[in-house]
């Protein structure tokens, strides 16, 4: 019995069904003598006859007939199992992701398209809060933050920096009003950065969502701290790159997941798809002014 395998039992089935050693043969791909040789063996092996043999063929005798429903399931298994291996191969299940709003429409999304497409079976959740999400509570799977979270079993990956300027509208005066944040937690360090430039609860146009912040910018509402390529992109005129006090406006691009999700395939493969787009996109993240290329050749 210890000699007994898998293609023993696919010939036994083959022969049983067919009834016939040309029948099998046909069946199976292979020759008549191998298909004969082989059923002697399995024969040999179990201790038992499982087929009569006549002119007409071969008939399945009492003890192969109580063995076929076994070789049967046996059959079922390897089919299920070669089934579930093709399913391996692409990346089903849900991952949740937090992500910056800054980066979801430029990054997350453009990162998540090939991945989606090559993988029907996997689904993707983007939701974005000025708050940190709680990775400790599942409340997501992985997230891109700016802000080191505060110990706890996660990986954090820091990908990039993104740069901040204040910035005002393109043409026309530049107002003494702030577009800026409400007081919320999660964009104390924006919000300081604003009062740095002067903005006070009395000069200040507030709203908890990064798009109409550019748009009032644009508009002429007042002068505002954004980060360098999305005001870039909006064509707004850079006042400063630098705090009044010196120094950078930039904050980290972190890429945090929970340890327990490290070995998790459809985890790891948006992450990774996640973090290339990131580093792809770091220069435009990083400088107020992208050069062109003959300058930098130059």
Known sequence: ???LNWDDIRLFLALAREGTLSGAAHALGVGVATI???IDRIERAIGLPLFLRSQQGYALTDQGAALLPRAERMELAAHEMRAEAALQVDIR???RVASIETLISPVVVPALAPLLEANPGLEVEVMCSPTPVNLH?????????MVVPNGGNLLVRRLATMGFGLYGPADGAVSARHVTWPDLAGVDTLLAWSKSFGATDGSRFSVNSLEPLLKAVQCGIGIGVLPHFLARQAGLRLISDELPQG???ERPVLLVTHAELAASRRVRAVADAIADQVIGFRRQLESASISSPSTEAS
């Open 1 to 3: 019995m210890e000699r």
């Open 36 to 38: 004969s040789r082989r």
């Open 93 to 95: 299940g849900k991952v």
């Open 137 to 145: 509570r599942h409340d997501a799977d992985l997230a891109l933050r």
């Open 247 to 249: 120094g950078k406006m």
